[in-house]
């Protein structure tokens, strides 16, 4: 093993939890080596649309025709516009199988999509981490809030949580910056629906936006650019936070344009040794060695890593003796919501452009059983004024009329949870190859017959919470989003006491391949209805600290 190419630990993938794992292991004074497939991007220098006017855009931040035939999977999002869709994959040179629909959205640069999430950041609760047990879905959490709830505690004062604590049980609270406020619409919206339903809540969200600045950031400007990264630093980034972190240690390596084809692993040894790469600009393949390696490339990536990653030992994948890698695929469905009109508060505006919704916890099922499913969904929401109106089209009149504020408007917007089913899951077509001679991904994922009875019941809801408000012209909408277009994969390589139902143990360490550690998506047993990526980062962090506890009893 060469010198300069043994670290460590490996880190695969840069995204939201290949920073935190990168942090924390440079942290404990271990070597570190991340490898990202993209490109590099270095805070600030690399936002090159940070500061650009909308009307400076060639196409006015609209895609043009030849960017959607590029990106024609990425534009199946909403959030790929001409001011970054420099951060984003080409469709078109990395292509997968589609068994069934699914949108795999992501990034291809340095940070993954942490420069590009919605930064939405809840905590799980015990309803969530005991709702497999409960109903007989899926396999058992290993854990439960109190074994993460001091990670999450870690998280939250590192990166910066803006929010209030809400004394909601189910959701529980967390070490919060001030919250962002809510505009006049929206306090009048929280008071009926709270004075209606006491078990229902409106609470402002909770966001990874910095309200007051922290070491080496700035506090949220209120600008509504944060897709095209953040010159203050004021979302949370692998870019604006861990990676800085890490590199202050002077323990960390970024190699970018290294597309991880599979980690070694020695038969007599019982262990991963490293990993092979792709040079994606040489063309080459490489390999690099390490004590531990954290795979952290995004939940169908490390799918297929592991798949790919094939012995005498294993010759379904790494770690994959349980059957279980690539099963279980899961996502959020969206796409039920309703939009109303409001009257009055006609002398009421708001300033900025907030970078968070309210939130409207899950009510469903946290103590009475709703007919038709299980689980739950929770909604997001907001009011704003748009322009004045005018019958003009051109001219001295309309551009008067588009600098006073038109009429109020309510919008809220479903999130419900996936149940885990074996059969949703992630193969490789070893008869197809992708431009770089490897096996192409196959994804069979689709939403079944609780998540359909639960869209009933949202919608339902959506509407009543409209009336309730005494809000007019209420639309309820119900477009069935196809699976990955939340962007919350998870779930293909589950954590679990039994190495026979399970890939991963308590601490997401293999269960057959002890000296590897995933923290993604992946490892989720179920989805929960709230984001995940704070889970993620906590559960990450807690890994990191073991592994080193591991590495330092020579365990690994």
């Known amino acids: 093993m060469p010198d300069n190419r043994t670290y460590d630990a490996i880190v695969i993938g840069s995204g939201i939890t290949g920073g935190w794992a990168a942090k924390e292991l440079c942290e404990k004074g271990l070597n ?7 490109r590099n991007v270095e805070h600030i220098k690399d936002y090159p649309t940070a500061n650009t006017p909308t009307w400076e855009f060639e196409h006015r931040d609209n895609l043009t025709q030849e960017d959607k035939k590029k990106f024609f999977v990425q534009t199946r999002h909403y959030s790929i516009r001409e001011d970054n869709k420099h951060f984003y994959i080409n469709d078109g040179e990395n292509p997968y199988i589609e068994t069934k629909k699914y949108d795999w959205v992501r990034a ?33 959490w290993p854990i439960r809030y109190k074994d993460i709830a001091p990670w999450y505690d870690h998280v939250e004062s590192f990166i910066g949580i803006s929010g209030n604590n809400d004394g909601i049980p189910h959701l529980p609270d967390g070490k919060f910056q001030p919250p962002f406020e809510m505009n006049a619409v ?3 919206f929280k008071q009926k629906i709270e004075s209606k339903w006491s078990d229902r809540h409106v609470i402002m969200g909770r966001t990874a936006n910095l309200t007051q600045p922290v070491k080496g950031r700035g506090q949220c400007m209120a600008r509504n650019q944060c897709q095209r990264g953040c010159p203050f630093g004021a979302y949370f980034s692998t870019n604006a936070s861990t990676v800085p972190a890490a590199y202050a240690t002077n323990k960390l390596t970024v ?64 770690g994959n003796g349980s059957d279980q890698v690539g099963r279980n695929l899961m996502d959020h469905h969206k796409g039920v919501g309703a939009n109303a009109t409001v009257d009055g508060f006609e002398d009421k505006y708001y ?13 469903r099922n946290i103590k009475d059983v709703t007919p038709g499913f299980i689980r739950g969904y929770h909604f997001g929401a907001s009011a704003h004024r748009g322009s004045g109106q005018s019958n003009e089209t051109i001219g001295a009149a309309f551009k008067d009329a588009l600098c006073e504020p038109g009429p109020w408007n309510m919008n809220i917007y479903g999130f419900g949870e996936c149940l885990p089913y074996a059969d949703n899951r992630i193969t490789l077509d070893t008869n197809k ?9 196959a994804i069979d994922c689709e939403f079944k017959e609780n998540e359909k009875a639960m869209r009933v019941d949202m919608r339902q809801a959506a509407k009543e919470f409209m009336e309730a408000a005494g809000f007019k012209n209420i639309v309820v909408n119900d477009t069935m989003s196809t699976p990955g277009n939340a962007n919350h994969e998870m779930g293909t390589a589950r954590m679990g006491t039994d190495p026979k139902t399970s890939v991963l143990n308590k601490w997401n360490q293999m269960h057959e391949v002890p000296n590897v ?5 992946s490892c989720m047993n179920s989805s929960a209805c709230q984001n995940p990526s704070l889970t993620y980062m906590a559960l990450t962090a807690r890994a990191c600290d073991h592994a080193v506890g591991e590495m330092k009893k020579m365990n690994i």
């Not at 007599?268 to 952290?296: H, L, P, S, Y």
């Not at 300033?351 to 009510?363: E, V």
């Open 433 to 441: 190859k992708d431009g770089w001679g490897r096996p192409l991904v």
């Open 32 to 38: 570190v080596l991340m490898l990202e497939r993209g």
């Open 517 to 521: 550690f995933i923290t993604d998506g």
């Open 108 to 140: 291809d640069v340095v940070g993954g999509r942490s420069l590009l999430w919605a930064r939405a950041s809840y905590r799980w609760s015990d309803l969530d981490f005991e709702a497999n047990l409960r109903d007989g879905h899926g396999v058992d």
């Open 255 to 318: 190699r970018p344009h290294s597309l991880v084809n599979r980690i070694l692993y020695d038969e007599q040894k019982q262990k991963a040794t490293g990993v092979e790469i792709i040079d994606t600009q040489t063309k080459k393949t490489e390999e690099f060695f390490a004590r531990i390696i954290f795979c952290n490339a995004a939940t169908v990536a490390t799918t297929f890593i592991l798949l790919n990653s094939t012995s005498n030992r294993f010759p379904n994948g790494l």
């Open 351 to 363: 300033f900025g452009h907030r970078p968070c919704p309210l939130f409207i916890p899950r009510f």
């Open 186 to 188: 929206e306090k009048y």
